[in-house]
């Protein structure tokens, strides 16, 4: 940042909030910073998760990017029956979402969890974290008929995550596994079919309104 002895700026870790931190020592190599004075508490996310399935590269950046930005607190790349992607770039995509965090006046940078089988983390899910299932298959329906177990999604507290499937959607095996949890609820996300990019802002933003930290 060619930022020379003297100089402030803004510091977070994602533990201890925001701070003004004073440059002390600056050489090309590295340099020392003091943090002076908090200038932001520490601002956590609701206990919201994404699950999603990588699609193309930037449209994978872009999920993490918008993820952050929503308010998740942490986002799991998964790999569905339809997924295309066997391998994603872990450390670019956090180094995306600690971008998106600085970006947005975060403090706090959800971990980009590895990638993992769908049906694995589902055989070790804990059944208190609800899952908003948005499935292509209820396209069109009403919001208030797409869910088991409340009238509208996201209505119970707790922790929750969002579960997005690839381009391809999901398949027969998987649908019908999920759909028999009594811890995931089903939605649509309007008439249309949306592109997974898409699909995983607009979850965010209902989940966000109807349980998280924008009411
Ligand atoms: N190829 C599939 C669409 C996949 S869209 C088809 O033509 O049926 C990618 C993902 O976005 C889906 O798996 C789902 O999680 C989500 N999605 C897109 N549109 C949706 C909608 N109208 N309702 C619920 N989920 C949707």
């Known amino acids: ?45 609701p206990d919201l998760w994404l699950l999603f ?32 992607a066997d391998r994603i770039r872990g450390d670019r995509l956090q180094a995306h979402a600690v971008e998106a965090a600085e970006q947005c006046g975060g403090t706090f940078v959800p971990e ?38 409340g009238p509208t999604v996201g209505a119970v507290e707790g922790p929750w995550a969002i579960l997005i499937g690839p381009e391809g959607g999901f398949s027969p095996a998987e649908r019908s596994r999920l759909r028999a949890l009594s811890f995931v609820q089903v939605t649509s996300l309007g008439p249309r079919i949306l592109r997974a990019d898409t699909a995983a802002v607009a979850a965010l933003t209902l989940w966000q309104l109807q349980n998280g930290d924008w009411r």
Do not use: H
């Not at 870790?13 to 004073?22: F, I, P, Q, T």
């Not at 440059?23 to 601002?43: D, F, H, M, S």
């Not at 590895?114 to 055989?123: A, C, H, Q, V, Y």
């Open 112 to 149: 980009v969890a590895p990638l993992e089988r769908l049906s694995k983390l589902i055989d070790k899910w804990d059944p208190a974290r609800r899952i908003m299932m948005c499935d292509e298959a209820e396209v069109g329906q009403p919001l208030s008929q797409g869910s088991d177990n």
């Open 1 to 45: 940042m060619r930022m020379t002895a003297g100089g402030v700026l803004s510091l977070f870790n994602g533990k201890d909030g925001e701070w003004d931190a004073e440059v002390v020592e600056a050489g090309k190599r590295g340099g020392i910073l003091v943090c002076r004075a908090q200038t932001r508490p520490l601002q956590l996310p």
């Open 53 to 84: 399935a990588p699609i193309k590269k930037a449209r994978t950046d872009f999920i993490v990017e918008k993820a952050v930005e929503m308010g998740a607190a942490r986002v799991l790349p998964v790999q569905t029956d339809y997924t295309n």
